[in-house]
Structures are given as C-alpha cells and as structure tokens.
C-alpha cells in the first residue's frame, strides 16, 4: 500500500509539472516606438511586433494606453507557439507637442502585464 501511495504521489507531482510547463511567453521586437519628428496630421499608425516564444497558445486579453490620443488594436485569436502577431497603435498626430504614452498588454504570458512606450514629436505643418 506505501509502494502505491508513494508512485500515485509522484505521477501526480508528475503531471503537476508538465502542466506548469505549458507557458506562453511574450517577445517584443522593440517595446518602445519611435516616431521620431513628425508633422501635423501625418499618418499616426504603427506596429509593435511580437513573438510567442513559449509553448502554450498565447492570447492578448486586453490593450490599454494611458491617454484617448491612443488607440492600440490586439490581434483577434490566439496566437500559436513560434508564431508572430502584431499591436497595432494609432497616435492622434492632430495634437502637437511631444509624444510620451504607454501601451498596456494584458495576456496570458508568463508575464501578463506588459507596458510599452511611444515616444516623438508632433511638429506644426509651417516647421520644415
């Protein structure tokens, strides 16, 4: 009866493990974009890209920005093992002045929450 309370414990530590395995993992090309010196009204859209790295179907619960100028976009489904996908944000560039938001990543990632930045300068469309 020990011998098979004790197997029986560790296939279920066993199992317990292999499950915990099961991971999705979140890589970002870059996590801050750039958008250098931009005129007024210049196209505002662009595109954090990112790779599942782990080994479970990653999914992008929710995208959040700090600000209503910035509206960021998730992918629709799941996103396989080894697999790329994109978050696409659009900056409001009828605002001018710097450009200094964060993009909030909620997922099922090892890591859940992850912060992005944007980062630039929305110029008058007189300045050359």
Request: aromatic residues 6%; glycine residues 10%; contains cysteine.
């Amino acid at each position: 009866m020990k011998k098979f309370v004790a197997i029986a414990l560790f296939l279920v530590a066993g199992l317990g493990t292999a499950i915990a395995q099961e991971t999705a993992k979140i890589e970002f090309k870059s996590e801050t974009i750039d958008y250098g010196e931009i005129k007024k009204g210049s196209d505002g859209v662009r595109v954090f890209e990112f790779t599942n790295t782990g080994n479970a179907p990653l999914v992008i619960e929710n995208v959040t920005s700090s600000c209503g100028c910035t509206i960021p976009k998730k992918p629709d489904g799941p996103i396989q093992p080894g697999e790329t996908g994109q978050i696409e944000v659009k900056y409001d560039t009828k605002r001018v002045g710097p450009i200094r938001k964060t993009v909030t990543v909620y997922s099922n990632a090892d890591e859940p929450t992850k912060a992005l930045k944007i980062k630039g300068k929305v110029l008058d469309e007189d300045i050359e």
